[in-house]
C-alpha cells in the first residue's frame, strides 16, 4: 500500500506519540484489492447515512491496487447504501468495464467516467476520488469563490483547494472532465461552480473526511457571512500564516486518513460488520 503524505507525528497536535495509528500494509495485492472494495463500499454507505445521494448522481472512485490503471466505481443506479463489495465496477481510463472482476450489474455512471478517469490518469497519487451534489456545497459553489480560512477546519483547506469556475451543464465528454481535473492541478479539493464539491486524495478515510468536513465548511461560511453582514461587518479571517501552519497539521494525507477511521469503526459497529479476507482457493473449501 502506497505510503500516505505528510508527517504520521502531525495527526492532531501531538508529535511523537507511541503506538500512533497507520494504515494498513498489504504484502497480498488480492487481500488489498479486497480490503479497498470493503472500504469503498463502506464509503458509499457512509454517504447515504449523511444524504448525499440525490438520485443516480455523485460517485466515488478507487484506483485497483492490481490494475492501477483501472479504478473501481458504483454501478449506476444503485442506492448509495445498498452498495457492496460485489457490485463494485473495475473500469480502465477508458471506460470500459472489466468483465472478468466487475459486478453482476454493468451499467456506468458516464459522467463518473469522464471525471474521475481524468483524475486518476493526472494524479498517479490519488487512490480515491469523490463527487457529489451536497446541499450546501451545491449552494456555496454558486457564490463562485473559494473557501476562507475563517475557522480551525476551514484551514485544512488553506491554498489546497481549487476553484473551477466553468458549468457546461452535465459532464459528458472527456474535455470536461480533463477540464475539472486541470482545475483541480495538485490540490486535494476543487468547488465546482455551480455544482458542487470534489475531493481526491492517497485514501478512501482521507477522502471520505475531507469531502464531509469541506461540506460543513461550505455550510459554516455562508451562516458567518449572513451574520456578518446582518451585523454591518465582514467575516474576519484568521492570518495566512496561521492558517498554513494549522493547514501543514490538519490538511495532510495522514491526518485526513486518521479523522476518517471513527467514520468507518462507527458504521462497523452500526452494521456488525467488519473486513475479512477469504483467499480465493478458500472459497472453495
Not at 131 to 139: F, M, P, V
Not at 192 to 202: P, R, Y
Request: with cysteine; charged share 25%; hydrophobic share 40%.
Amino acid at each position: 500500500m502506497t505510503a500516505l503524505s505528510g508527517d504520521a507525528n502531525n495527526i492532531g497536535t501531538v508529535r511523537d506519540r507511541p503506538n500512533k495509528p497507520l494504515p494498513p500494509s498489504f504484502s497480498d495485492p488480492f487481500e488489498h484489492r479486497a480490503f479497498l472494495k470493503f472500504r469503498l463500499a463502506q464509503a458509499y454507505r457512509i454517504f447515504a447515512k449523511y444524504g448525499y445521494d440525490e438520485g443516480v448522481a455523485g460517485h466515488i472512485t478507487v484506483r485497483d491496487p492490481i490494475r492501477p490503471d483501472c479504478y473501481w466505481v458504483n454501478p449506476w443506479g444503485v442506492h448509495f447504501k445498498l452498495i457492496q463489495p460485489e457490485m463494485l465496477l473495475l473500469v480502465n481510463h477508458e471506460g470500459k468495464i472489466q468483465e472478468k472482476e466487475s459486478g453482476p450489474s454493468r451499467f456506468l455512471n458516464r459522467a463518473a467516467y469522464m471525471i474521475h478517469s481524468a483524475i486518476h490518469e493526472a494524479r498517479p497519487d490519488v487512490i480515491c476520488a469523490a463527487h457529489s451534489h451536497t446541499t450546501y456545497a451545491k449552494a456555496f459553489s454558486a457564490l463562485g469563490v473559494p473557501l476562507d480560512p475563517i475557522t480551525q477546519d476551514s484551514c485544512a483547506f488553506y491554498e489546497d483547494h481549487a476553484l473551477y469556475s466553468e458549468f457546461r451543464g452535465i459532464v459528458d465528454d472527456r474535455e470536461e472532465g480533463l477540464a475539472i481535473a486541470a482545475a483541480l492541478g495538485s490540490n486535494k479539493a476543487a468547488i465546482l461552480q455551480n455544482h458542487g464539491i470534489l475531493v481526491a486524495t492517497e485514501s478512501i478515510e482521507a477522502t471520505v473526511f475531507f469531502f464531509i468536513s469541506m461540506e460543513k465548511c461550505c455550510q459554516v461560511q455562508m451562516m458567518a457571512d449572513q451574520a456578518a453582514a446582518a451585523r454591518g461587518q465582514r467575516t474576519r479571517l484568521i492570518d495566512p500564516e496561521t492558517a498554513a501552519e494549522t493547514r501543514r497539521i490538519l490538511g495532510t494525507d495522514i491526518g485526513g486518513w486518521f479523522d476518517g477511521i471513527p467514520e468507518f469503526q462507527l458504521l462497523e459497529h452500526e452494521e456488525g460488520k467488519r473486513f475479512e479476507y477469504i483467499p480465493a482457493h478458500k472459497e472453495n473449501m
